[in-house]
T-cell receptor, first 112, second 118 residues
Framework: AQTVTQSQPEMSVQEAETVTLSCTYDTSESDYYLFWYKQPPSRQMILVIRQEAYKQQNATENRFSVNFQKAAKSFSLKISDSQLGDAAMYFCAYANWRDMRFGAGTRLTVKP | GAVVSQHPSRVICKSGTSVKIECRSLDFQATTMFWYRQFPKQSLMLMATSNEGSKATYEQGVEKDKFLINHASLTLSTLTVTSAHPEDSSFYIC??????????????FGSGTRLTVV
């Protein structure tokens, strides 16, 4: 089964600064999707950004961007101009035709 | 956008009783539904995958007789926790997969159900 690894249980960033969350995954497939989800205290899963494996260009969504390194099986999330509302749990997820699996998560704290 | 309605949001039940959780896709057809369990401060653990009209595929270690999943239609999937015990207390989340207009897969999550067994 595919595995997703987030090696940073907790991260902290100063408001307006930039932070990068790490994610690696293991797969033998060539066709898959990668996601970053935000989970606030309400526990609603909020899609931050997605990347299709066949696309070489890194996905961006406003202040959020990814560094997708397919050969290295790495998928990091960069949050620019961090805001207090960015504080939450962030989960990296891998999905293929079969299912979607998540990493252990990174708790992001934003300091004012 | 694609919306999944999950009910109930919270439920408290007595040990030994059964609880049903529903996930309904409101404006799209969910060909596949994933059910996850999340303990406090932990990640989402996949319990089972269900395809409309087929039996669910359970992850290793998940008791299929305890966690009954039904996906009888393209808009409704249910998870029934049978003979619930305190250790079944957890947060349960469903996720529906659908095909987007360009043929890609889209995923949308329910708001979750907090189950407490007393």
């Amino acid at each position: 089964a595919q595995t997703v690894t987030q090696s940073q249980p907790e991260m902290s960033v100063q408001e307006a600064e930039t932070v990068t969350l790490s994610c690696t995954y293991d797969t033998s497939e060539s066709d898959y999707y990668l996601f970053w989800y935000k989970q606030p205290p309400s526990r609603q899963m909020i899609l931050v950004i997605r990347q299709e494996a066949y696309k070489q260009q890194n996905a961006t969504e406003n202040r959020f961007s990814v560094n997708f390194q397919k050969a290295a099986k790495s998928f990091s999330l960069k949050i620019s101009d961090s805001q207090l509302g960015d504080a939450a749990m962030y989960f990296c997820a891998y999905a293929n035709w079969r299912d979607m699996r998540f990493g252990a998560g990174t708790r992001l704290t934003v300091k004012p | 956008g694609a919306v999944v309605s999950q009910h109930p949001s919270r439920v408290i039940c007595k040990s030994g009783t059964s609880v049903k959780i529903e996930c309904r896709s409101l404006d799209f057809q969910a060909t596949t539904m994933f059910w996850y369990r999340q303990f406090p401060k932990q990640s989402l653990m996949l319990m089972a995958t269900s395809n409309e009209g087929s039996k669910a595929t359970y992850e290793q270690g998940v008791e299929k007789d305890k966690f009954l999943i039904n996906h009888a239609s393209l808009t409704l999937s249910t998870l029934t926790v049978t003979s619930a015990h305190p250790e079944d207390s957890s947060f349960y989340i469903c996720s529906a997969r659908f095909r987007g207009p360009m043929g890609y897969y889209g995923y949308t999550f329910g708001s979750g159900t907090r189950l407490t067994v007393v």
